[in-house]
């Protein structure tokens, strides 16, 4: 990568437009700043001791956004149809403004930028899966070059597509048994698939991981037999998969036969484009290895399709409407979906949720608005790449984590909004049939109005997924089962009464009957970030920052006493709290101890927590 390769035809001083995927593994590009959790992993018992030292060895790799902070980029033509040349590697930079060129480009990573749109399209690599890339190729490097370009940029299903991150395959084991071969792991490859994913989802960013789709992918660029470039408008194609050849729509047809055009899109681009006779029924289908795009046919006459090597990208028409990617391949009706602030038509990526499918959402929210939305779909799932990719470096210092766990036997029964009058903020309203009202926000002072989504079961979640560093725009519910709906009775409001903490976000919880709670910890200082609490009925509800799989967390079985420990830290009106339940001997200064009843009140923010109970 140590050649700069600006091509002569290229304009100096415009933008180098950047988004943080890399185009040979398909992985998140970091920026500098470091920060993926520390997470805990517990194998199982019956693993032996030879295969545990070999994990160990897998975990203590470098795990870090350093780690793959450097990139280089391949660049396009003008119409992004074939390979131009790359640029020097150099370190990715974080979202905003950036003084540093980079082969007299100015690094920039907004993503409506006209000066980028402007300019050729870039697509990132990192630059160790190029090393491995290029290695691995049998074909000479301009070649490898010239074929790449098809296969990294048009991962993205149109120029500018908002990045969509899908879970990768599960290994493939022929590889992997190459590569365990070279990093010293030779026994790798022989551990089971479901341990071998479990091991993946700890230390999916390390670049062992990252060699098996480089490997792939200079296995078949290595390979591959390149086709010229084709353009046809997309509504006159029939069919089409990956690297098959397509099928137009020829003669006279009855136009409800093939109407509805669907097209499926994994992290290699789009895969396959199908047609249907009509559109298809919304009946709770989710996945997070593909995405979809279902449009009639009458809305893609302005959008064409190009085919080359292969593969399959649209164009849009400059300034024209773009077509909204779904993670179900049967989209419920926009207009059956109730939305807030924006609707959900000017939405890229849109996603949907059946609530009582879930284990938990984690809410990131900072000055008051929501900025990321992830959802717990099992015990082991973790919010740390949401809030990596979703979340600028700004962001990430002042945002909040509030989680929402939703307990299996447990009914969402109402979703809303609480709209903060004048003002940006905003609440999620919950009602669920075990634990009541939960209000998720900052639960601001101001003059508020509710704003029912949703108060039929069973509840889908509908929102469209932040550009980095935006905010959600349009968070709403699919209304398909039950669109004319009354008011519920209001939500209760909770008197958040004095805290001597600024602008905090303020939760609470009932402490009867509970019968287990989880505390979760600050890692360095040990103090108390938040609550999960059981109650005896299996409702959960949560207070404070409960970061999962994130923060060391300790539980507690059948509590009878909360003590607690609220003091100022530093001179900068900075609180924290101290928990304990059950505590075996008797601390001494400033330690409350109160029996399991009443109200516990927690005030928090990114870097203070404050506890009372009120009985
Ligand atoms: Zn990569
Ligand atoms: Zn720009």
Redesign the pocket.
């Known amino acids: 990568m140590a050649t700069p390769a600006l091509g002569t035809g290229v304009h100096d001083n415009g933008h180098l437009g950047l988004y943080p995927r890399?185009?040979?593994?398909?992985?998140i590009?970091f920026t500098n700043e470091r920060v993926i959790g520390r997470k805990y992993v517990s194998l199982p018992r019956s693993v032996s001791p030879r295969v545990r030292r070999g994990c160990k060895l897998l975990l203590s790799q470098p795990h870090s956004q350093t780690e793959?902070a450097y990139s280089a980029l391949v660049f396009g033509n003008s119409d992004s149809t074939s390979y131009l040349g790359h640029t020097r590697s150099f370190d990715f930079p974080p979202r905003g403004h950036t003084i540093t060129r980079v082969d007299g480009r100015l690094l920039c990573r907004y993503p409506d930028c006209k000066r980028c749109a402007a300019s050729p399209e870039f697509a990132p690599?990192?630059s160790?899966?190029?090393d491995v890339f290029r290695q691995q190729c049998s074909v000479s490097t301009s070649c490898a070059l010239d074929r790449l370009w098809t296969l990294a940029a048009w991962r993205h299903p149109w120029r500018g597509a908002q990045p969509i991150y899908l879970s990768a395959p599960r290994v493939d084991k022929d590889i992997l048994r190459t590569i365990s071969g070279f990093c010293g792991l030779p026994r790798l490859y022989t551990l089971p698939t479901e341990l071998l994913e479990m091991i993946r989802r700890y230390s999916r960013h390390s670049l062992l991981w990252?060699c098996v789709?480089?490997l792939q992918l200079a296995a078949h660029v290595s390979t591959m037999k390149p086709n010229p470039l084709l353009t046809v408008p997309l509504r006159d194609l029939l069919s089409w998969d990956r690297g098959g050849k397509f099928e137009r729509l020829v003669g006279f047809r009855v136009p409800s036969e093939s109407s509805t055009l669907r097209l499926t899109i994994d992290s290699a681009g789009i895969s396959k484009l199908e047609r249907l006779p009509k559109p298809p029924m919304y009946i709770g289908e989710y996945t997070n290895r593909f995405a979809y795009i279902v449009q009639e046919e009458e809305s893609i006459s302005h959008v064409m399709a190009q085919l080359k090597n292969g593969r399959l990208r649209l164009k849009f028409p400059v300034r024209s409407r773009i077509l909204p990617i779904w993670n179900t391949p049967a989209p419920p009706n926009l207009s059956l979906c109730k939305a807030y602030p924006a609707a959900l038509t000017s939405c890229p990526i849109i996603q949907t949720v059946e609530m009582n499918g879930i284990s938990g959402v984690t809410f990131f929210f900072a000055f008051g608005q929501l900025f990321g939305i992830h959802i717990h779909r099992s015990e082991e799932s973790c919010a740390m790449d949401t809030f990596a990719r979703n979340l600028s470096d700004r962001l990430q210092r002042s945002v909040v984590w509030i989680y929402l766990p939703i307990s299996r036997p447990d009914i969402i029964l109402v979703l809303g909004i609480r709209e903060v009058l004048r003002s940006p903020s905003l609440n999620v309203l919950v009602r669920t049939a075990l634990i009541g009202d939960v209000v998720v926000g900052s639960q601001s002072k101001g003059q508020a109005k509710d704003i029912l989504l949703d108060a039929s079961g069973p509840l889908t979640m509908v929102y469209g997924e932040p550009r980095e560093g935006d905010p959600v725009s349009s968070f709403g519910a699919y209304r398909g089962r039950s669109s004319d709906q009354t008011l519920p009775p209001p939500f209760r409001l909770i008197n958040r009464g004095p805290c001597p903490i600024n602008d905090a976000y303020f939760s609470w919880a009932p402490l009867r009957d509970v019968s287990s709670t989880l505390v979760f910890y600050d890692q360095e200082t040990g103090f108390c970030r938040g609550i999960v609490f059981c109650y005896q009925n299996r409702g959960l509800r949560a207070v404070g920052q409960c970061r999962l799989q994130v923060d060391p967390a300790d539980r507690f079985v059948q509590p009878v006493r909360l003590c607690f420990r609220t003091r100022p830290y530093g001179n900068q009106h900075i609180y924290n709290v101290q928990v304990k339940f059950n505590p075996t001997e008797t601390d001494s200064e400033g330690w409350e101890s109160r029996p399991m009843e009443g109200l516990v009140k927690f005030w928090f923010t990114p870097e203070s927590s404050f506890l009372v109970v009120e009985n």
């Not at 890399?22 to 992985?27: F, H, S």
Request: charged letters at 20%; proline letters at 6%.
């Open positions: 890399c185009g040979i593994c398909a992985d590009v793959n690599i990192h160790d899966c190029f990252r789709p480089a």
